[in-house]
């Protein structure tokens, strides 16, 4: 029989950041392609009627990771680790302050290195895969995002690092860099300063923002069999926007 693409049937994933955006659209993908999704977020209670396994946690929390592994556990091998929880916020070097450093490094960057740690043992040997969240501006610098590039340009050079040290025992890590999506961490921004989304789309050679199953739809690709010889790429889902530089170009 052929392969049905990117079929999730029988596969167990752990998706963060399930609530909302591209979390949302990527468990909503993974269900309808017959995973079974252990769903991570704040307060899972908004996901009622999505039918995934959910953990209410709060991941810069040093207990949240043992308590996901835990319920993971319950499921058998893992498949697929998505980390997609995150927070934006940034602001230049001069306004960050120890408070917002430490919840964007937090969230971003140490948790996802923490809950990664800690479910690495239950991920298929071979055929285990891990999609992190990377991000443009952890590409290209940008004046006002310092924190978020630091932690997104971590998640990049994690993946890689990541990649090569689990790569000989058959786990895959890769990670995809959204450009502008619209979503809640950008809605407000998005809708309430014109400046922003003209830059925004007029540096995007499509015209336009992203929707968040545009998104998925690649994490999908990149946890799925059909991706099993891709390990330690950064692969942009932005319109072009990295390829033009981010410049509008007549
Ligand atoms: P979103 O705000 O819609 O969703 C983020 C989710 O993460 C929320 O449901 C939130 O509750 C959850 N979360 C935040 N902190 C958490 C914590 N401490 N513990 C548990 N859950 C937590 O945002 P989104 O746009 O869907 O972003 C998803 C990922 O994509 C993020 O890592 C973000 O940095 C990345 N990204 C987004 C864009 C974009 O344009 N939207 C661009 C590049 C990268």
Redesign the pocket.
């Known amino acids: 029989m052929e392969a049905v693409l990117h079929s999730f049937h029988g596969r167990n994933a752990v998706v ?8 949302r659209a990527t468990i909503d993908l993974l269900i309808g392609r017959g995973a079974c999704v252990l769903a ?3 307060d899972v209670s908004q996901l009622g009627g999505v039918p995934a396994i959910t953990v209410s ?4 929390e040093d207990s949240a990771p043992k308590r996901i592994a835990e319920a993971a556990g319950e499921l058998g091998d893992l498949d697929l680790l998505v980390n ?5 916020g940034s602001k230049r070097i001069a306004e960050t302050d120890d408070a917002l450093l430490d919840r964007i490094l937090g ?2 960057l140490r ?1 996802v290195i923490r809950l990664t740690r800690e479910l690495l043992p239950l991920l298929r040997r071979p055929g285990g895969a891990i999609v992190n ?5 952890g590409e290209v610098g940008r004046v006002g995002t310092t924190a978020y590039a630091a932690s ?1 340009g971590g998640i990049s050079q994690l993946t890689r690092q990541l990649s090569a040290e689990v790569g000989p025992e058959g786990i895959r890590v890769n990670a995809v ?5 619209l ?4 809605r407000t921004k998005i809708d309430n300063d014109p400046e922003y989304r003209r830059a925004m789309i007029a540096g995007t050679p499509l015209r336009r923002v992203g929707d ?1 199953t545009e998104v998925a739809e690649v994490i999908a690709f990149l946890g799925s069999d059909q991706a099993s010889f891709v390990n330690g790429q950064i692969v942009a889902v932005d319109g072009g926007w990295l390829a033009s530089g981010g410049h509008f170009q007549e």
Do not use: R
Request: charged share 10%; proline share 3%.
């Open positions: 963060t950041g399930a609530n909302s955006g591209i979390g991570v977020d704040l946690a709060d991941l810069s997609c929880a995150g927070v934006g969230i971003n948790s969240l990377a991000s443009v501006y997104k860099a959204p450009g502008c999506i979503t809640a961490m950008t968040s």
